[in-house]
């Protein structure tokens, strides 16, 4: 019944008291359980109704009182299972609320599911995890990724079920899914969002990420979860500043910059079409478009930069996955056979290469090679991209070369669109700047979107000029069972 429905209509539907959270908790976790998607690792029935049950009188200042939502399943939760869809960690229950998780909690929204991913977080498909191949609900043929790591929570947005998930960004592990969904996908600025509680992938360049169906609603879940947090050294002291008061506001028209070379690597002109009459509707709006260029051989390195860091980096953060710390205990008589034996059982093929990668860069006759080689070419690309930002407020891109691919549907991994246009969103992860995607357009009913990427904690000008967006694509609030 409440299928759709975004953040401030279901606010309006509990103030006026013509529903409970315990009407929205009971109808989502029903949508949930018929989900047929694999978007799900653990529904949270029991805990949800006992939360929603317990709410008392409707808090009409509070706009996320008696709302529903689902959290990836890398994020830490308290005496709820938590796998990061990785057996090594099956059975695994954490005795304490991720921050992000406990923000909401005390904003009195309500979990109802720990979603999919792929395997750790590693890998951009949805296909690794270990309950197999998490579908995109915009194909009914069960034929199309949604994309990864975030495709649980990428699925269970974009079918309806849920107005806003929680997810993870180490690379475009959550906007590259909301091109493919027709979703909001946010990646805000490092260090902006607490990661305590978010399960180690790459430290330097994660975030959590937020998945909703309109900017409103994103910059509403983001103005509770941004501040620092005594338990993440890292997190910011940057003022946090009411983000949804600012949408819809009258906008300051300011420089928006395009990268020629990643535009020109895309080959379907559908994309491309859609993509230039965003472009122009901006310039009609008196935004002022700035054609960019980055060098060739930079942007084919950007994959090979973040896969080199990425992998040494985790690495060296899921060493405890041991066997004895954490997961299963298995045989042996040894530290190295009981390690040995649980890391070959829990592991799927994609992390296994990934950690011997990542330990074969940070080998000592190899550092220099390969991981300190990628850190200076990380620190090369920053530059360039901060000289671009210097002159211009944001840079904008398509956010994909293509609608959602078909599963096992190879790609020339060698070719430029590939290298470049299916990878350029790590950017903002080498940068730790805000980057945010949401939908431009249809091909075959299947959704794509474009990106916008701003400077460090100007989240205020980012959900602005993405609102601005929305108004021009006419695609707020879509959703797979609705269509476009």
Not at 41 to 50: D, P, S
Not at 100 to 125: F, S
Not at 238 to 250: D, I
Not at 469 to 480: H, K, P, V
Request: net charge neutral.
């Amino acid at each position: 019944m409440y299928e759709g429905k975004s953040i401030l209509q279901l606010h309006e539907l509990l103030v006026s008291k013509k529903v409970t959270p315990l009407d929205l908790v009971k109808d989502a976790i029903e949508l949930a359980k018929k989900d047929d998607n694999n978007a799900f690792e653990y529904i949270m029935e029991n805990e949800a109704i006992k939360i929603a049950s317990n709410l008392g009188e409707v808090d009409e200042n509070n706009l996320l009182w008696g709302i529903p939502f689902v959290i990836k399943d890398n994020m830490s939760t308290k005496d709820v299972p938590t796998t990061a869809s990785s057996n090594i960690l099956k059975g695994y229950i954490p005795v304490f609320d991720a921050t992000v998780v406990k923000k909401l909690k005390d904003a009195k929204a309500v979990p109802i599911g720990k979603t999919t991913l792929d395997e750790l977080a590693m890998g951009g498909t949805g296909t690794s995890g270990h309950l197999g191949v998490t579908h995109n609900p915009w194909d009914k043929s069960k034929t199309r990724l949604v994309g990864g790591s975030s495709c649980g929570s990428a699925a269970a947005t974009a079918a309806g079920i849920v107005p806003f998930a929680l997810a993870s960004d180490t690379g475009d592990s959550t906007r590259k899914p909301a091109s493919f969904a027709g979703l909001v996908g946010l990646k805000p600025t490092w260090s902006r969002i607490s990661r305590w509680g978010l399960f180690p992938f790459a430290p330097s360049l994660d975030t959590i990420g937020i998945f909703s169906r309109n900017v409103m609603d994103c910059a509403i879940v983001t103005s509770v979860l941004a501040g620092r947090d005594e338990k993440d050294a890292t997190s910011s002291t940057e003022k946090v500043e009411n983000y949804w008061k600012f949408v819809g506001k009258p906008c300051e028209k300011r420089n928006i910059a395009i990268v020629k070379e990643i535009v020109d690597t895309i080959s379907d002109k559908e994309v491309v079409m859609a993509f230039n009459k965003t472009v122009s509707e901006f310039k009609n709006r008196g935004f002022k478009i700035n054609e960019v260029s980055i060098p060739n051989e930079v942007l084919t390195s950007l994959f090979p930069t973040y896969f080199v860091i990425s992998c040494a980096e985790a690495t060296s953060n899921n060493a405890n996955l041991d066997g004895i710390k954490f997961g299963p205990l298995s045989n042996g008589s040894t530290y190295e056979e009981v390690m040995c034996e649980a890391r070959t059982k829990g592991f799927g093929e994609l992390i296994k290469r990934r950690f011997v990668i990542g330990s074969f860069a940070l080998m000592k006759e190899n550092q220099n090679d390969l991981f300190l080689r990628a850190q200076r070419n990380r620190r090369r690309i920053v530059e360039i991209v901060n000289n671009i930002l210097k002159d211009n407020d944001f840079i904008y891109l398509p956010a994909a070369p293509s609608i959602a691919p078909k599963i096992n549907e190879s790609s020339d991994r060698l070719s430029d669109e590939y290298l470049i246009a299916d990878n350029h969103l790590v950017l903002g992860n080498f940068a730790g700047l805000p980057s945010i995607t949401l939908p431009i357009g249809f091909k075959n009913d299947m959704p794509f979107g474009a990106n916008l990427m701003g400077r460090a904690f100007d989240e205020v000008g980012l959900f602005q000029v993405a609102y601005e967006l929305e108004q021009i694509t006419g695609l707020a609030n879509i959703y797979a069972k609705g269509g476009k």
